[in-house]
């Protein structure tokens, strides 16, 4: 495989992850797409894969936090009326 071609599996991959995954948390995983070697050889190394995966948008697609609610300004203190005497 080609490096576009192996790029775009990892990201399909990480996305499903939800995060790029780190050396050893990907060599340790059941359902990785292929093999760590073949995945560092197309790119010489993990950092360099990580670097090409952000570079090309993957985790750009996830939503902004919602602001949070402003606070509602407080009501003046009523001035106390005067006395008539």
Same mark, same amino acid.
């Given at each position: 495989m080609n490096?576009?071609?192996?790029l775009k599996q990892l +990201?399909?991959?990480f996305d499903k992850k939800g995060k790029?995954? /780190?050396i050893d948390e990907y060599k340790a995983a059941d359902d *990785?797409? +292929?093999?760590y070697m073949v995945a560092k050889r197309a790119f010489g /190394?993990?950092?360099r894969m990580q670097q090409m995966?952000? *570079?090309?948008?993957w985790g750009q697609t996830?939503?902004?936090p919602a602001p949070a609610p402003k606070p509602k300004a407080?009501?003046?203190?009523?001035?106390a009326a005067k006395k008539v005497d």
């Amino acid at each position: 495989m080609n490096r576009p071609q192996v790029l775009k599996q990892l +990201m399909e991959y990480f996305d499903k992850k939800g995060k790029i995954l /780190s050396i050893d948390e990907y060599k340790a995983a059941d359902d *990785a797409p +292929m093999r760590y070697m073949v995945a560092k050889r197309a790119f010489g /190394s993990w950092a360099r894969m990580q670097q090409m995966a952000r *570079a090309a948008g993957w985790g750009q697609t996830v939503e902004a936090p919602a602001p949070a609610p402003k606070p509602k300004a407080k009501a003046a203190p009523k001035k106390a009326a005067k006395k008539v005497d």
